[in-house]
């Protein structure tokens, strides 16, 4: 019964998603559009609220056992009630003047910061991995060159071949490998709906077991 | 132990890195060099399509960006809702990142604000809704209803002079996705274009999405590419705005000059080590 019930659902909303995106039929059209889709929203809207419940528990068992940085768990939790007062409780929306000063200069620019860091450690990175130690390994390092240099302006002014070349690679080599991977990817996609709309596939309904 | 200059080079430390690429970086920023744009026929070909539609055609922004990857998609974003706007198009702009409405409104609507745009009549911001697969699907049948009749402020959609004659997705003129990843416009593809509502997808993409997006693009799936920080640089070249993208080229070249003049002397410096410990 605890399996039967779940999969049953899975299946028969699983195959009017089916019956929606492949044929015209008034009431399965209308049934998806109207109700089962609206589901998908409300699912997703709980699913951030209970995302948001479980960080404010991560965070205060932080604080209250004194764990290991936990005075970053004070920061987190002072921002997290500080935006959900000034969006939800205090102005009504996210447009609002409080909010958005706290939104554009705090989390827009911590944001853009730490994500730019990343450049520093790929040149790091590029620097110590990408050596010429076999054939492969060279023809990597040649391709990364030549891409660099011919997707930048400076690399056409240099020379005129650059960007042919950079076009070449992405348009010939880069497009036939990326094309057979998406296709694979694609294929594997399918065969795990279908595996999960039949019930073959049965671990999302073990949690807890 | 004494290193030679050859060991030295080959391992170079990580803060000597970090500050040859800050400098690198920085300085033509404060100070551009003003290296020519280079243009690629797809930008051309999209700023055309683009110019192609009558004034008065109802143009989807998708807003699908987040903070981290402002630096390619934020002057994108910027020069397209110039041009849409300058074309008398009128502009609806989604997202179904979490920030991706609230940056837009950072983002683009100062410029628009700033020609002379106005709020409600020739564009307007849609509210984040989770959920874009289940959204779009019901933008199909009823584009208002989808976004539950209200815009980022909570004003009602239905009121809004530029909601007019946007009742489903079909009527859209065409769409132009910021483009950093999922959702993005794949999922446009899937939800609007696979099913005939919308032919038109303009795809703009960060660097990151350029190998996926060029492949639709080649495909027929996307009718415009303009991918990553250099076709912002020419996209704002060729609507004779130049903002942030044609500035941060010339940042962007030197930094892989930088990159390249480093794995050049990395690998110089470990097959002369190689080299070295064989002779021993």
């Known amino acids: 019964m605890r399996r039967t019930v779940p999969l049953t659902i899975s299946f028969v909303a699983g195959m009017i998603m089916v019956i929606d995106g492949w044929l015209k039929i008034g009431f399965i059209n209308n049934f998806a559009t109207r109700y089962l889709m609206p589901s998908v929203t409300i699912s997703v809207g709980w699913a951030a609220g209970l995302g948001a419940l479980n960080l404010i528990r991560l965070h205060s068992r932080n604080i209250a056992q004194k764990r290991l940085n936990y005075q970053y768990s004070f920061v987190l939790l002072g921002f997290f009630f500080l935006m959900l007062t000034c969006g939800v409780f205090l102005q009504g929306n996210t447009t609002a003047p409080f909010y958005q000063f706290f939104y554009s200069s705090f989390q827009v620019n911590l ?27 060279t023809a990597l390092l040649v391709v990364a060159c030549f891409t660099m240099i011919g ?41 795990q709906c279908v595996r999960n709309l039949v019930g073959i596939e049965r671990g999302h309904l073990q949690a807890g077991e | 132990m ?55 055609t109802i143009a989807y ?26 074309l008398g198009h009128k502009i609806v702009i989604g997202g179904f990142w979490a920030d991706g409405c609230s940056l837009a409104r950072l983002w683009a609507a100062p410029f628009l604000d700033e020609a002379g745009a106005v709020y409600g009549e020739d564009y307007v911001i849609l509210g984040y809704r989770p959920s874009s697969t289940s959204i779009l699907d019901q933008a199909r049948t009823n584009f208002i209803d989808a976004f539950s009749d209200r815009d980022i402020g909570g ?38 274009r696979a099913t005939g509502e919308v032919n038109v997808i303009i795809d ?51 930094g892989h000059l930088a990159v390249i003049a480093l794995l050049i002397i990395g690998n110089i410096g470990y097959f002369q080590t190689k080299r070295e410990e064989e002779a021993k």
């Open chain 1, 111 to 137: 944001s853009a910061a730490v994500y730019s860091l990343n450049s520093f450690y790929l040149v790091s990175a590029c620097y110590r991995t990408f050596r010429a130690r076999s054939w492969e390994s």
């Open chain 1, 151 to 191: 997707s930048v302006p400076m690399g056409a002014a240099m020379w005129g071949g650059f960007p042919v070349i950079q076009n070449w690679i992405v348009k010939v080599i880069n497009d036939a490998a990326i094309r057979g991977l998406s296709i694979g990817v694609t294929l594997g996609t399918l065969s």
């Open chain 2, 2 to 56: 004494n290193n030679s200059i050859w060991q030295k080079a080959a391992s170079i430390d990580n803060r000597i890195l970090y500050i040859i690429m800050a400098i690198v970086v920085a300085v033509p920023l404060m100070n551009p060099i003003g290296f020519p744009i280079v243009f690629q026929q797809e930008v051309l070909d999209t700023v055309e399509l683009i110019r192609s539609f009558p004034a008065g």
């Open chain 2, 61 to 86: 922004v998708g807003a699908e960006v987040a903070a981290t990857n402002a630096a390619e998609l934020r002057p994108m974003m910027i020069a397209i809702v110039q041009l849409m706007y300058e």
């Open chain 2, 155 to 192: 004003l009602k959609l239905s009121e809004m002079p530029v909601m007019k004659g946007l009742e489903k997705a079909s009527d859209l003129g065409y769409l132009a996705i910021m483009n950093p990843g999922s959702p993005g416009t794949a999922t446009y593809t899937t939800a609007w």
């Open chain 2, 204 to 254: 703009c993409c960060t660097s990151g999405m350029y190998i996926s997006s060029g492949n639709n693009y080649q495909a027929g799936l996307t009718a415009g590419l303009i991918g990553g920080l250099n076709g912002a640089a020419q996209l704002e070249q060729l609507t004779n705005r130049p903002y942030k993208a044609i500035r941060s080229m010339d940042a962007q070249a030197l």
